[in-house]
């Protein structure tokens, strides 16, 4: 079996144990690769977790009305 590491942002205990428990329930749905292992990270270690919130936050705004940010990455990006 081939592993993914993907790093998922670490929030507090409360939140990083309901965010474990949802994997867990998708891996044994068959929703998500059993071979997937998660990693928690701080934000401030892994820059990378800060992308999905921007994404979100322009996606949000748009929806709010105000596309301005949006409109920046919009070239980049594919609505499914």
Do not use: C
Request: hydrophobic fraction near 45%; avoid cysteine; charged fraction near 30%.
């Amino acid at each position: 079996m081939a592993f993914i590491d993907e790093s998922i942002e670490t929030r507090d205990q409360w939140h990083d144990r309901r965010d474990r428990a949802l994997l867990d329930a998708l891996r044994g749905a068959g929703r998500v690769e059993r071979g997937l292992r998660a990693q928690w990270r701080r934000s401030t270690d892994e820059p990378l977790l800060w992308l999905a919130d921007v994404l979100v936050g322009s996606v949000v705004w748009w929806l709010g009305g105000e596309g301005e940010s949006l409109d920046i990455i919009r070239q980049m990006i594919e609505f499914l």
